[in-house]
């Protein structure tokens, strides 16, 4: 089982980015999936989430109207599409496996991790 995620970078306040997770070794399909944060000094956080069964999607309020969270089964990859980022926004993000995704945000336990991808939004 592995999750890959991709798409960190160095962008202004303001800009967007898009990041992927492909995953492989199971079938997206009956997974939820959940991206995560951790900046530096700080916890992870849970960021969003959409669920394996209706697609049902949760942000936290500190994304909320700005990031978006979509999968596409048939590429096995899901998506979180940043805009309006800020320099606060700027940690390392990773994808996993929830064991849910409810309106409070990913359910433990996080059954799989994937590496981090950094994102870092200049003032």
């Known amino acids: 089982v592995q999750l890959q995620a991709s798409g960190g970078g160095l962008v202004q306040s303001g800009g967007s980015l898009r990041l992927s997770c492909a995953v492989s070794?199971?079938?997206?399909?009956?997974?939820?999936i959940g991206w995560f944060r951790q900046a530096p000094g700080k916890e992870r956080e849970g960021v969003s989430c959409?669920?394996?069964?209706?697609?049902?999607?949760y942000y936290a309020d500190s994304v909320k109207g700005r990031f978006t969270i979509s999968r596409d089964n048939a590429k096995n990859t899901v998506y979180l599409h940043m805009n309006s980022l800020k320099p606060e926004d700027t940690a390392v993000y990773f994808c996993?496996?929830?064991?849910?995704?409810?309106?409070?945000?990913?359910?433990?336990?996080?059954?799989?991790w994937g590496q981090g991808t950094l994102v870092t939004v200049s003032s």
């Open positions: 996993a496996t929830p064991w849910g995704c409810s309106a409070y945000g990913p359910s433990p336990p996080v059954r799989y």
């Open positions: 070794g199971f079938t997206l399909d009956y997974y939820a």
């Open positions: 959409i669920s394996s069964s209706d697609g049902s999607t």
